[in-house]
């Protein structure tokens, strides 16, 4: 087992250091198949950003798309960037499938966690749980710590303290992401009691000197750092490098520069994070404006990745954030991110598009 220790969280050690983005499947325009050209697109622009990983969202993909999807992304990053993903499924059998494929198609390590709906009734069935799945890869595991409801039959902050330093004991286990929303007590506990073997993870730009400082944070993800830069003005990996390197000073004056983008990303998702939506279309809204490839995406049977459009003044205030930073967001037409800018530069318009639309010009 110490091999196993030694080798994944020194791969980890070495490789985890920055910022993993979001990346999201781009469809064809009639979204019947994939745009290879709008995934491969989005992968460069993750590489251009600056960052480590991408973590590949499966979202409303077939099994076999998900595989094609995988492999695009891998293909595309080569050796200069990561690609991971997250196995969240509603049943255990789709669980193992995507385990499965994670590791066939070459992705670098995984987040594991339970199906919003799971329910655990003892800290041993929820152990059992990571562990079955944990032990079906040799891909190195995330996990997450995140606030919410699905667990304060065991821990009233929502987080199982006491299952996660069991699973910091398995050799495979190399860090665990905090939740932007996580209460500051239980953040320090666990940072307390997993710092010397897991890698922590905060996506709260706010208390970052403080895990950099004090726990060793070195890793972020994964979430749109693309609302704070763009590939030519790295804001938020600068902020993280310079923190790094130990000069806060530098690092706090650039989180004021970037604070008012940081605070309109919040004020655009907090509403819908707290009733189960993901805002993926708004995250690839993010993404296309500083040069990745939008498109729309499929709508889901699950409410929890239902699909919503951004609406004009949606598109405003994130273009109006980006401004407040000193960055121009991309002033090509909204049809470009109907149709995925892959597609836009070869022709394809939006009155060709098979499927209906919310957005205009306007």
């Not at 087992?1 to 985890?16: E, L, N, P």
């Not at 996580?182 to 073997?197: A, F, W």
């Not at 690839?284 to 049977?301: F, P, S, T």
Request: aromatic share 10%; net charge negative; glycine share 6%.
């Amino acid at each position: 087992m110490s091999k196993g220790i030694s080798t994944h969280r020194a791969w980890a050690k070495k490789h985890f250091r920055g910022f993993e983005n979001i990346l999201m499947p781009s469809f064809s325009p009639d979204l019947a198949g994939l745009d290879e050209a709008g995934i491969r697109l989005d992968v460069r622009q993750s590489i251009s950003h600056g960052f480590f990983s991408a973590f590949a969202v499966p979202l409303g993909l077939s099994r076999e798309e998900r595989r094609e999807y995988f492999r695009i992304a891998v293909d595309e990053a080569g050796d200069k960037i990561a690609v991971s993903s997250v196995v969240m499924e509603p049943t255990p059998e789709m669980q193992y499938a995507l385990i499965e494929d994670a590791g066939d198609m070459g992705l670098k390590h995984l987040l594991i966690h339970p199906f919003p709906t799971f329910q655990a009734q003892s800290e041993d069935e929820l152990y059992e749980f990571y562990r079955d799945r944990i032990e079906r890869t040799n891909l190195a595991v995330c996990l997450w710590a995140t606030d919410g409801m699905q667990f304060r039959n065991l821990h009233p902050s929502n987080v199982a303290l006491d299952v996660y330093d069991r699973l910091a004991d398995l050799p495979n286990v190399i860090a665990i992401k905090l939740m932007t929303t996580l209460d500051l007590p239980v953040i320090y506990q666990i940072c307390e009691r997993l710092k010397d073997r897991l890698l922590i993870g905060g996506v709260n730009l706010g208390i970052a000197p403080l895990l950099v400082k004090h726990y060793g944070m070195q890793w972020s993800g994964a979430w749109t750092q693309e609302a704070l830069q763009s590939p030519q003005q790295r804001f938020a990996v600068d902020y993280l490098e310079l923190l790094l390197a130990g000069r806060d000073d530098e690092a706090i004056e650039l989180y004021w520069k970037i604070k008012p983008a940081y605070g309109a990303l919040f004020a655009l998702m907090s509403p819908m994070l707290p009733k189960g939506v993901h805002p993926f279309t708004h995250l690839k809204y993010y993404q296309w404006c500083v040069g990745g490839n939008g498109g729309l995406m499929r709508e889901a049977d699950d409410p929890a990745e239902r699909v919503f459009p951004v609406t004009a003044a949606e598109r405003e205030h994130v273009k109006a954030a980006y401004r407040s930073i000193g960055i121009e967001p991309c002033a090509d037409d909204v049809e470009s991110f109907i149709v995925g800018r892959a597609a836009y530069q070869n022709g394809v318009r939006a009155a060709n598009m098979p499927v209906k639309h919310n957005y205009s010009s306007t």
